[in-house]
């Protein structure tokens, strides 16, 4: 049969295969084909465990997420189910409209409840019949439930109670139904993963076998391959090494072992032609000798027992004074006058000698004189001239080393391989407090501890350090200790090996570092103020307490917060600010016993943990103490300040175990105390978290109004008293919710303050209220409120030129209404971006005047264009006399002024009329208008003209 030629594409795995072939002839080849089959093999068999894994982490997995997650699910929805009908029946008894409808909300929350763990546990669900199980129990609660709302909470009559009864034990039914099929179909499910798993296991054993026995195979072939040429070869190297060069060595194949014997061959070979030539070199080896001696650099002469000179080079017999041609005729004493020779036959006895001698030339010579066996001696002249010069230069920088030495700040000794004393200085002695003539050199660590424990005054610390130095010197490692060896005086020890086997030690005295370090340490851990423990040192304690929970000892934590501490710190100034908080800290600390603790978080705000067994009644002593302690006021720097104190309490365990829950809770606690009126204090309850999570939905609420457009204004007018004409109309600003319906701004605007929304509201609003007031009357102006946080960078004056030039809305016609709060941050700044707007023409009022302490001061920083009367002075103008005396005040400061002077919440005729005899220039409030769209004001222009005729 003939075959074609392969195309040339498939020449290169031709070739790799050839290659891949070749490989079994070599033994590197066998062995890389025995690792390749063992490696497939064990990949084989790992590639299928991973397989089993996976597949049993699947059914691990799939049990947890769909099973077990459903039955959960389907259980907490038949809890919400039994909560519910619990709930209704209370609320079916409930007498106070109050109570029935806090259980009705109570009942909302239950039905969503429900309604989102039984969609969760049919999702999870195994079984088409669970699901429809599912969902006949939610239609059930759904007919339930719109039936009680149908006969209304006037038609609770037995017949209706057992209607409603009926209704809910079929949801119960559909319910159990439910959560057995969710269970039968779980049961199920657990046996077939059982049964996966079950048969992994089983080919996972056969599989582990079948590769044992095939790696059996490979490593019994690769032994036989290469076993035997090793013998052979073992035994050819032993015969060589024994001196048979004329060994046979048998021959190899094409293999490694191949080459190794022919390589023994021609060692075999090498080694009787290197023998050969070493009889050869020692033949000429005596005359290389003389040559050598001859060439030498130094002076050699041979002197034999009788003082004869028997051989001397060039150098040696200038020296000696003669040639070298006349060595064998010439005597050692007869070469007197020389510096060798003196030298040489001054040097007592026969032995070993060397001495040191100066030529006429000046030169240092050094003549070394050995014996020989015959009785004579060799001696060898050097000159160490050089070397003479290196010592002196070696004694210098000695001299100078050692001067360094005793300068330097730090202890130093250098110690030999033995560990005894070579070199130490004067710092060194003076650390330990002994004499320095005291330490010699090979003096050990414990010789030199040994000196510093006779010395008075030591009280065992410097000991104790040089010991610890011993220990880590007899382990025979670098590093570092520290330790105090007196009570003014801590040392860091350095040590590190040198390269002759020995160690270098140096002390330093690191007491000022030790001292910055725990002043730092000292910061990390308290606030830099008031010296109170921090917000760290707080949490570490919080754990602490966390953790003996378990012994039965419970704990509180109370959160604290000044009240009016802004106002002071805004009016008196920073400095009377701290005084205060560090007097705070002081006046704290005085109420607590010694196991409490209280820090200071940031701020005004400051923290207490206090342990013991009744904590809820220690709680609220120590509440009360605490308050009690804050009637007094603070004497600082020539003020008398009061501020109040409003605590918030968690309990732990009762309200949670986690440090970060409880100091939540606590935070809750207190933000309700402030609410109540501050000054006082509140336990944590579980309301408070719910109020929380409705705060944070009417913020995602408030967040995606701003993208809806949500907002609309509404706008009620501000009427000349005298005629009774409209001046302005006051735009206030509505949230109109998808969901809940109108939203109040009491509810919203602080909310949009504290995310930082107002800034984008408050601009929305001045462009819109501009853009209103522009279609108005000419003589009709429009008043905004603006927030403090628009003040901020000066944002409300771009934010007033744009809205008046988008609008084309005359800046005369613009007024803003800000309260005495927007002055109280950053007053100099605040001022200027209120002259900036008065210079563009914007009226600029006070709102709410007199409800604050400092609102007087106000008038005399700023030229307001209006003050405008609370409503709270207009509402009792005909209930007390003090209110009409406030409001005649006020009136007559305006008019001294040169202020307008407008009075808010008009809603009688006698309030108005009160106002009219007061000389009051504006009026605003239900009597005259509700708040009204931009398009009914024309309507109220004609309107109240008409009345007003």
């Not at 002043?519 to 830099?528: C, N, V, Y």
Request: aromatic fraction near 6%; glycine fraction near 8%; proline fraction near 3%.
């Amino acid at each position: 049969m003939r075959f074609s030629r392969p195309p040339n594409g498939f020449l290169p795995f031709r070739g790799a295969l050839d290659a891949f072939v070749r490989s079994g002839h070599t033994i590197r080849g066998r062995i890389f084909l025995a690792f390749v089959m063992l490696s497939t093999i064990t990949a084989l068999l790992g590639g299928y465990a991973a397989f089993g894994i996976m597949t049993t982490g699947a059914l691990v997995d799939k049990t947890y997420d769909r099973s077990l997650m459903s039955i959960n699910y389907a259980r907490a929805a038949a809890a919400d189910l039994a909560s519910l009908q619990a709930t209704v029946a209370r609320a079916r008894l409930a007498g106070e409209e109050e109570e029935r409808q806090r259980l009705e909300k109570r009942i909302e929350a239950l039905t969503q409840s429900f309604e989102e763990d039984l969609e969760i546990a049919v999702d999870r669900a195994q079984s088409d019949r669970a699901a429809r199980e599912a969902a006949a129990a939610k239609d059930a609660v759904s007919h339930w439930l719109a039936a009680r709302r149908e006969f209304g909470p006037d038609r609770q009559t037995l017949d209706v109670w057992q209607a409603l009864d009926a209704h809910a034990a079929v949801a119960e039914q559909h319910i159990d139904l439910f959560i057995n099929f969710t269970a039968g179909d779980g049961f199920s499910y657990k046996q077939t993963a059982r049964a996966v798993v079950a048969r992994d296991v089983w080919l996972s054993i056969a599989a582990t076998l079948i590769a044992i026995l095939l790696s059996g195979i490979v490593a019994l072939l690769l032994s036989r391959q290469i076993v035997r040429p090793v013998a052979d070869a073992s035994t050819v190297a032993s015969r060589i090494a024994a001196g048979e060069l004329d060994v046979t060595v048998p021959e190899g194949g094409d293999d490694e072992f191949g080459v190794l014997l022919r390589a023994m061959a021609r060692m075999r070979d090498n080694i009787a032609a290197m023998m050969r030539e070493e009889v050869s070199q020692r033949r000429s080896a005596q005359g290389l000798l003389a040559d050598a001696v001859q060439g030498s650099t130094e002076a050699i002469v041979v002197v034999d027992a009788a003082g004869r000179i028997v051989l001397a080079n060039e150098r040696a017999a200038a020296a000696l004074g003669f040639k070298a041609t006349e060595a064998g005729r010439h005597h050692l004493a007869e070469a007197t006058g020389s510096a060798v020779a003196d030298s040489l036959l001054a040097m007592p006895g026969t032995g070993v000698a060397t001495a040191e001698t100066r030529s006429a030339d000046g030169r240092w010579l050094r003549i070394s004189r050995s014996p020989t066996r015959d009785g004579g001696f060799v001696a060898v002249c050097t000159d160490v001239s050089l070397l003479k010069e290196q010592e002196d230069q070696l004694k210098r920088g000695n001299s100078q080393l050692d001067a360094a030495l005793s300068n330097m700040l730090q202890g130093l000794c250098l110690y030999d391989a033995e560990g005894g004393l070579l070199v130490s200085n004067r710092r060194f002695a003076d650390m330990l407090g002994i004499d320095a003539a005291s330490l010699r050199p090979g003096m050990s660590l414990r010789d030199i501890a040994g000196l510093v424990e006779a010395a008075s005054g030591d009280d065992g610390r410097a000991f104790n350090l040089l010991m610890e130095q011993q220990a880590l010197l007899q382990r025979g490692s670098s590093g570092s200790l520290c330790c105090p060896i007196r009570t003014d005086c801590i040392v860091s020890v350095r040590q590190q090996p040198t390269a002759e086997g020995g160690w270098i030690a140096t002390y330093e005295d690191v007491t000022l570092r030790y001292e910055a370090e725990a002043r730092i340490i000292t910061m990390a851990r308290r606030d830099t103020l008031t010296g109170l423990a921090n917000r760290m040192v707080f949490g570490e304690r919080l754990e602490e307490a966390s953790a003996h929970l378990g012994e039965g000892v419970g704990f509180a934590t109370l959160c604290l917060d000044l009240d009016r501490f802004k106002e002071v710190n805004d009016t008196l100034g920073h400095p009377v600010g701290d005084n205060l908080l560090r007097s705070v800290a002081d006046r704290l600390q005085g109420c607590l016993r010694d196991t409490d603790l209280v820090a200071r978080l940031g701020g005004d705000e400051f923290a207490i943990v206090q342990s013991g067994p009744q904590v809820r009644a220690d709680a609220i002593v120590l509440a009360k103490r605490l308050i009690a302690a804050f009637q007094s006021p603070f004497l600082l720097d020539g003020h008398i300040v009061t501020v109040g104190l409003s605590i918030g309490i968690s309990l732990a365990p009762e309200h949670g175990t986690s440090p970060e829950k409880l100091l939540k809770s606590a935070d809750l606690a207190l933000y309700r105390a402030k609410a109540n009126g501050r000054g006082g204090w509140c336990f944590f309850d579980e309301e408070m978290d719910l109020e929380l999570r409705k705060r944070r939905a009417l913020e995602s609420d408030l967040k995606q109004a701003v993208r809806n457009d949500e907002f609309e204004l509404v706008f009620q007018p501000i009427v000349k008293l005298d005629r009774q004409r409209i001046a302005c109309c006051e735009a206030l600003l509505r949230w109109r919710h998808p969901v809940r319906g109108y939203v109040s701004p009491a509810e919203f605007v602080p909310l949009a303050e504290e995310t930082g929304l107002i800034g984008e509201i408050g601009e929305w609003v001045l462009h819109r209220a501009c853009a209103e007031a522009a279609t108005w009357p000419s003589g009709i102006g429009v008043a905004v409120n603006v927030s403090p946080a628009q003040f901020k960078n000066a944002a409300v004056v771009r934010a007033v030129k744009a809205a008046l030039a988008a609008s084309g809305l005359p800046s005369n016609r613009l007024e803003l209404e800000i309260t005495e709060s927007v002055l109280l941050t950053d007053n100099m700044a605040t001022l200027a971006t209120l002259h900036t707007l008065k210079r563009i023409g914007v009226r600029v009022a006070m709102d709410d005047f007199g409800t604050g302490f400092s609102s007087l001061s106000y008038l005399q920083s700023f030229p307001f264009d209006k003050i405008k009367i609370d409503q709270s002075f207009v509402r009792n103008l005909e209930l007390t006399g003090n209110a009409r005396l406030i409001v005649r005040s006020v009136i007559g400061l305006g008019r001294s002024l040169g202020i307008t002077t407008t009075a808010e919440g008009i809603e009688t005729e006698a309030q108005l009329e009160q106002l009219r005899l007061e000389g009051c220039e504006e009026g605003q409030g239900y009597l005259f208008s509700r708040p009204v769209p931009s398009a009914r004001i024309r309507e109220l222009v004609a309107t109240l003209g008409r009345n007003a005729a």
